[in-house]
């Protein structure tokens, strides 16, 4: 039987545990694992980076990113499908305080229409301040669905304008890529 419920159930492979049980290690923290050292620094390379940060799932990346791009009481634009506010234990709210102001998208992807018009107004000290755009490709709940790099590239410009972060979740990003013959480059 094929498993299809999710993409997490897989497991790994004769050679992939092989690969584990062979990879040179070392601790992390004083940058002597040379199998993670190697990884960052393709995965930089890659995507045309200064460095690359190695995290062990994907939920700790999105949070980590969070948290360092938003302040306690702030706001996040998401799609009503994003895996930060649906799913990783409400740590949005628990690690970084921030509330999630939700779109509802095509898919679980959003348009930067959609995120211009949910912006809070900045002078209101009632609402929210909002900081921060949270993106996913391909999508979880959105089954899969990829975003376009034209339509990256004007939510880009729409945090540009109004000082926003954005945080893209590429937790199947690799697939993304495939799907829609990207570069990563790009990125
Ligand atoms: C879009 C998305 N973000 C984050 C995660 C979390 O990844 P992890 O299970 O490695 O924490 C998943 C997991 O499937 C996901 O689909």
Known sequence: MIDLKSDTVTKPSKGMM??????EVGDDVYKEDPTVN?????????????DALFFPTGSMANQAAIKMHTQPGEQLICDKYAHV?????G?????????CKLLDGDRGMITAAQVEEAINPPD???SPLTT???VENTTNKGGGACYSMQTFKEIKAVCEKH???FHLDGARLWNAMVATNQNPKDY
Do not use: K, Q
């Not at 092989?18 to 990879?23: G, K, L, P």
């Not at 506010?85 to 234990?89: F, I, P």
């Not at 740590?91 to 509330?99: D, I, R, T, Y």
């Open 124 to 126: 209101f000290y009632h």
């Open 163 to 165: 000082g926003l972060g």
């Open 132 to 134: 921060l755009v949270c």
């Open 91 to 99: 740590g949005v709210s628990f690690n970084s305080g921030v509330s």
């Open 18 to 23: 092989e690969a584990i049980f062979n990879a």
């Open 85 to 89: 506010y649906n799913y990783e234990g």
């Open 38 to 50: 190697e990884l960052e620094r393709r995965v930089a390379e890659m995507f045309g980076m200064d």
